[in-house]
T-cell receptor, first 115, second 117 residues
Framework: DTGVSQDPRHKITKRGQNVTFRCDPI?????LYWYRQTLGQGPEFLTY????????KSRLLSDRFSAERPKGSFSTLEIQRTEQGDSAMYLC?????????????FGEGSRLTVL | KQEVTQIPAALSVPEGENLVLNCSFT??????LQWFRQDPGKGLTSLLL?????REQTSGRLNASLDKSSGRSTLYIAASQPGDSATYLC????????????????FGQGTILTVHP
């Protein structure tokens, strides 16, 4: 069990550029979540997949944000035309959606800095 | 809308002390409550998870309790060590219609714990 892995860990970009983050969940987990965390705050829910289906999206996820999980395994989160307000830590988590405790396991996060 | 509050926002204690972190939530319709630890610049590490039907969970020096009816949870850390210094976050998972559960956790803002040698 290698845990949830995220790439890249850090990304510095100029305003207006597009960025993409990748998340590889724990292999047997069919649920995958994206959260965003700004400095001094708790994480906020962005979106949630069960297998390849995106089942819920937060209002925080503007039209510039898109998330995919094409084969029900890894997921990508793309931010188009980045703004300085997008600077945050983007956290991915996964869980097993069967009869279980519902425990979420988080990755190390991808920190985005928009200049 | 679920709101989660953690008190205190920051706590500084000498090594060896027992301490309690508090978490309160406004909507008692929860599936479970999870406590996490976060080191600076890192992701979240799950510490304890309490199902809505449970009263407490223990792992090593950590004990978490849940009083769902009053919307409260506490994380008790015994014999604190400098390595316990981190931000501690609690999060609640909603109980959806028909008993299903969705993955949208609501987090508190965290308690920053510093344990001095």
């Amino acid at each position: 069990d290698t845990g949830v892995s995220q790439d890249p860990r850090h990304k510095i970009t100029k305003r207006g550029q597009n960025v993409t983050f990748r998340c590889d969940p724990i292999s047997e987990h069919n649920r995958l979540y994206w959260y965003r965390q700004t400095l001094g705050q708790g994480p906020e829910f962005l979106t949630y997949f069960q297998n390849e289906a995106q089942l819920e999206k937060s209002r925080l996820l503007s039209d510039r944000f898109s998330a995919e999980r094409p084969k029900g395994s890894f997921s990508t989160l793309e931010i188009q035309r980045t703004e300085q307000g997008d600077s945050a830590m983007y956290l991915c988590a996964s869980s097993w959606g069967g009869t279980n405790t519902g425990e979420l396991f988080f990755g190390e996060g991808s920190r985005l800095t928009v200049l | 809308k679920q709101e989660v509050t953690q008190i205190p926002a920051a706590l500084s204690v000498p090594e060896g002390e027992n301490l309690v972190l508090n978490c309160s939530f406004t909507d008692s319709a929860i599936y479970n409550l999870q406590w996490f630890r976060q080191d600076p610049g890192k992701g979240l590490t799950s510490l304890l998870l309490i199902q809505s039907s449970q009263r407490e969970q223990t792992s090593g020096r950590l004990n978490a309790s849940l009083d769902k009816s009053s919307g409260r949870s506490t994380l008790y850390i015994a014999a604190s060590q400098p390595g316990d210094s981190a931000t501690y976050l609690c999060a609640v998972r909603p109980s959806g219609a028909g008993g299903t559960s969705y993955g949208k956790l609501t987090f508190g803002q965290g308690t920053i714990l510093t344990v001095h040698p």
